[in-house]
């Protein structure tokens, strides 16, 4: 079946009460279902619902990835999503709210889409899978750069926060990196430092060859976070660019698994005289007898 709204529409002051999706709503698509939408303005439409999403277009996908399109859409002023108290929240301009089993891969490219991926649109064009809360769409296009990147290795979702995803957008509060060595992508170049804030813990099995000085420290400011060292991980310090390079732990447990690949090299390791290795209330412990540095400054 096919769905097809052009030729100039127009949908405007449409509201709707106990369901999502003033104009399209619709649980899930299905395989042979397409979706176009073109020359069309959307004003104004208005859903009133529990947890409301979508406000004007609301549905759901979970197999094809070409099956819905969108050409010159326009939207003059915002659509409003309110809960059943009639009070707005953080999402109260969510015009359209799309679910999928995965996102990336379902989402069309953004062309499909072509108002989707603006980095303005806040959380007005939105999206939720199974492994990712909801989330603004535009993300999905946009590599995320920062001087701070959140990681964990935990994948289910911690508090209201996604477990982590090696991906494109990872990095933020919200949604972290799963691992130190995706993560470390994620950080901006032109940042003269950069801190991993992790969430609960984090694997590290690969060196990471660090360019900036660096702080690993605990989202939870109490609390320890662990860092879960195993087979080839190391950190190199010996490139870092800054004029008095710096390596912290804040508040990190770090715990070596099992014996790494390279038992000669320290965890660590360090070049030059003015090299900081900052260890502040840390517990560093290995999971069987080893006789290894696990922090070395070598000097030359």
């Known amino acids: 079946s096919q769905w097809v709204i052009s030729r100039n ?23 042979g279902t397409s979706l ?3 020359n069309t303005n959307i004003s104004e439409c208005k859903t009133i619902a529990e947890r409301a999403r979508g406000a ?14 969108f050409s010159d859409v326009t939207f003059p002023k915002a659509s409003i999503a309110q809960d059943t108290q009639g ?4 999402k109260w301009d969510n015009v359209i709210f799309i679910r999928a089993d995965d996102l990336t891969e379902r989402l069309p490219n953004s062309n499909k889409i072509h108002f989707a991926d603006d980095t303005n649109s806040g959380w007005k064009y939105a999206g939720s899978d199974r492994l990712t809360k909801e989330i603004p769409l535009y ?3 946009h590599k995320y750069s920062s001087d701070t990147v959140h990681v964990t290795s935990d994948t289910n979702e911690i508090d209201g926060i996604a477990g982590g995803r090696n991906v494109l957008y990872c990095g933020r509060e919200e949604y972290p990196c799963e691992t130190l060595v995706y993560g470390y992508k994620q ?14 813990t984090v694997n590290l099995v690969e060196q990471i060859i660090l360019a900036k000085s660096i702080t690993f420290s605990s989202y939870k400011p109490l609390s320890q976070a662990e860092i879960h060292v195993d087979r080839a991980a190391q950190i190199d310090a010996k490139s870092i660019s800054n004029p008095d390079p710096e390596v912290k732990f804040n508040r990190i447990k770090i715990l070596i698994e099992n014996d790494l690949n390279d038992t000669t090299s320290p965890l660590i390791t360090a070049s030059g005289n003015n090299t900081s290795i900052i260890v502040r209330k840390c517990n560093i412990t290995k999971s069987y007898q080893d006789e290894r540095y696990i922090l070395k400054n070598w000097r030359q």
């Not at 004007?56 to 399109?69: C, D, H, L, M, V």
């Not at 009070?87 to 953080?90: G, S």
Request: aromatic share 14%; charged share 25%; hydrophobic share 35%.
């Open 139 to 141: 993300y999905l296009w």
């Open 36 to 38: 176009r939408i073109e």
């Open 56 to 69: 004007a277009i609301n549905f759901g996908i979970e197999r094809g990835k070409e099956n819905f399109y």
């Open 187 to 200: 950080f901006d170049e032109l940042k003269p430092s950069h801190t991993f804030v992790i969430h609960k």
């Open 87 to 90: 009070e707005k929240n953080i």
């Open 9 to 31: 529409c127009s949908f405007e002051n449409i509201q709707v009460s106990g369901i999502n999706g003033s104009i399209i709503s619709e649980t899930m698509l299905g395989s």
